[in-house]
């Protein structure tokens, strides 16, 4: 299964197990510093959801960032092997296509 498949499955996973109610959902506890867990109740007031709802939000896209974080890494190996340097005819192809604008 690919990183953007991953991702695509772990949301609709996310929503149908948020969507199923709360008691239904796994119940954890967390323990979080005071100044972070305010900040979160202001948010969620600001944003008018759940707190449950805010902490999933915050779940789902640490884990979309982790999962992309090898992804970045295997394209910049990948990139940082390749000249970066576009050839010199497709550049000259590339402004002729444009043709001259005045910006």
Partial sequence: MGPRL???????????W??????????TAISIPDPLFKEAERLTKRLRI???QLYARA??????RQMSKGIKEALDEVYSTEPSELDPVIAQLQAEALG???W
């Fill in 18 to 27: 948020y969507n199923l109610g709360y008691t239904a959902a796994m119940k």
């Fill in 100 to 102: 001259r604008e005045d």
């Fill in 59 to 64: 779940l789902e896209d640490y884990v979309k």
């Fill in 6 to 16: 991953q991702v695509a499955y772990l949301r609709r996973a996310i929503a149908f």
């Fill in 50 to 52: 759940p707190r449950s």
